[in-house]
């Protein structure tokens, strides 16, 4: 007889969890996994295992990695064969290491506008345990409302730390403050622990320095990159050599939107760490992600599609919201926040 070990229990928990509390799959609806030759198996079987205890249809889709993401990864997948099925499916999760977001069958699908997509790039056993199994998600969500309430009420932010960032953004009253994994319907989502917007891009003037990740196309950093922004647009990079791989991948894409900035996101996943995947790590609790690339639709920006995207992760950043500390070296300090986040974090 074979027995469970508890290592796939909690991954099977966490599998029966995302797909009937977060993506809400019923019966009969139709589940498409798509992964790549980086991603963990082990996962979408799982995830296919919870869709069928659901009397849902689930189905696994393999592919090859590609080099790039974005736009340019077209050249490298089955662009019409994605297209197609993401395009009738009811539920699509993601956990391809190269991510379909922003690339042609993603566009398809979400033109379409029936499917419930959430990107879980890369996710392996350890992550679904930890990130999806092990968070107390309505907490949480409770959290991303409040921290979101706050700041769209902000007109102008500025952030700071310790290595020499020190940037200033004006933002729309009118655009959205996102709270990520809520799903209601179908759209595009991405795993909660994170809260975004688009600030004014022209607004966007001073210098960022990096110190967590940057992916594409490097990952961990070894030695911070500092980015000097004016007008919404990275106009030089510096730091070590991972400085000059970052500017070299963005030139060598020519397009020139590659340089504008996205988006600005706060990480609040109180179990995430620096771990290499980009969808860990820009949920580090505290952190600041810089987008720059393609901007999706829902922050009703101003950018549109590029050639791809890069999220830039910062750690232990001070954030004034019209001169009020919302973030503090890292900690949620303003006092709306203070008792979601002892719970969340287990103080």
Same mark, same amino acid.
């Given at each position: 007889?074979?027995? #469970?070990?508890?290592?796939?229990?909690?991954?099977?928990?966490?599998?029966?969890?995302?797909?009937?509390?977060?993506?809400?799959?019923?019966?009969? $609806?139709e589940v498409i996994v798509t992964t790549d030759t980086g991603s963990d198996f082990?996962?979408? #079987?799982?995830?296919?295992?919870? *869709?069928?205890?659901?009397?849902?249809?689930?189905?696994?889709?393999?592919?090859? $990695?590609? @080099?790039?993401?974005?736009?340019?990864?077209? +050249?490298?997948?089955?662009?019409?064969?994605?297209?197609?099925?993401?395009?009738?499916?009811?539920?699509?999760?993601?956990?391809?290491?190269? &991510?379909?977001?922003?690339?042609?069958? &993603?566009?398809?699908?979400?033109?379409?506008?029936?499917?419930? &997509?959430?990107?879980? *790039?890369?996710?392996?056993? !350890?992550?679904?345990?930890?990130? %999806?199994?092990?968070?107390?998600?309505?907490?949480?969500?409770?959290?991303?409302?409040?921290?979101? +309430?706050?700041? *769209?009420?902000?007109?102008?932010?500025?952030?700071?730390?310790?290595?020499?960032?020190? %940037?200033?953004? =004006?933002?729309?009253?009118?655009?959205?403050?996102?709270?990520?994994?809520?799903?209601?319907?179908?759209?595009? &989502?991405?795993?909660?622990?994170?809260?975004?917007?688009?600030?004014?891009? =022209?607004?966007?003037?001073?210098?960022?320095?990096? !110190?967590?990740?940057?992916?594409? @196309?490097?990952?961990?950093?070894?030695?911070?990159? +500092?980015?000097?922004?004016?007008?919404?647009?990275?106009?030089?990079?510096?730091?070590? @050599?991972?400085?000059?791989?970052?500017?070299?991948?963005?030139?060598?894409?020519?397009?020139?939107?590659?340089?504008?900035?996205?988006?600005?996101?706060?990480?609040?996943?109180?179990?995430?760490?620096?771990?290499?995947? %980009?969808?860990?790590?820009?949920?580090?609790?505290?952190? %600041?992600?810089?987008?720059?690339?393609?901007?999706?639709?829902?922050?009703?920006?101003?950018?549109?599609?590029? *050639?791809?995207?890069?999220?830039?992760?910062?750690?232990?950043?001070?954030?004034?919201?019209?001169?009020?500390?919302?973030?503090? !070296?890292?900690?949620?300090?303003?006092? $709306?926040?203070? !008792?979601?986040?002892?719970? #969340? +974090?287990?103080?």
């Amino acid at each position: 007889m074979r027995w #469970l070990s508890m290592d796939n229990f909690l991954l099977i928990t966490a599998s029966y969890k995302l797909v009937k509390d977060i993506l809400k799959v019923s019966d009969g $609806e139709e589940v498409i996994v798509t992964t790549d030759t980086g991603s963990d198996f082990q996962v979408a #079987l799982s995830i296919a295992q919870a *869709s069928m205890a659901l009397n849902a249809k689930p189905l696994i889709v393999l592919r090859n $990695e590609a @080099p790039v993401v974005g736009k340019a990864m077209d +050249k490298y997948i089955p662009v019409n064969s994605l297209s197609a099925v993401l395009s009738t499916a009811d539920v699509w999760i993601a956990l391809d290491r190269s &991510y379909l977001v922003y690339s042609t069958p &993603y566009e398809r699908a979400m033109s379409v506008g029936k499917v419930r &997509y959430i990107e879980l *790039s890369g996710f392996n056993s !350890d992550m679904m345990v930890r990130l %999806i199994g092990n968070v107390n998600v309505q907490l949480l969500y409770e959290f991303q409302r409040r921290l979101a +309430k706050i700041t *769209s009420k902000v007109k102008k932010i500025r952030i700071v730390t310790e290595l020499g960032t020190n %940037i200033e953004f =004006e933002n729309d009253p009118q655009r959205p403050v996102l709270t990520e994994g809520e799903v209601n319907g179908p759209g595009e &989502y991405m795993l909660f622990g994170q809260v975004d917007w688009a600030p004014i891009e =022209e607004s966007v003037n001073g210098t960022v320095v990096i !110190d967590g990740t940057i992916w594409p @196309p490097i990952g961990p950093l070894k030695s911070p990159v +500092k980015l000097r922004i004016r007008d919404g647009r990275i106009m030089e990079m510096s730091g070590g @050599p991972e400085a000059k791989v970052l500017e070299r991948w963005l030139r060598d894409l020519n397009d020139d939107k590659m340089f504008m900035v996205a988006h600005v996101t706060y990480g609040c996943h109180p179990y995430a760490k620096l771990s290499g995947n %980009i969808v860990e790590d820009e949920r580090v609790w505290g952190s %600041i992600v810089w987008g720059f690339g393609s901007q999706s639709s829902t922050f009703k920006g101003k950018i549109g599609l590029a *050639s791809s995207h890069v999220d830039a992760v910062m750690l232990n950043a001070t954030i004034y919201g019209d001169d009020q500390v919302i973030v503090k !070296d890292g900690e949620f300090v303003r006092e $709306e926040l203070q !008792d979601l986040a002892r719970q #969340l +974090k287990g103080a």
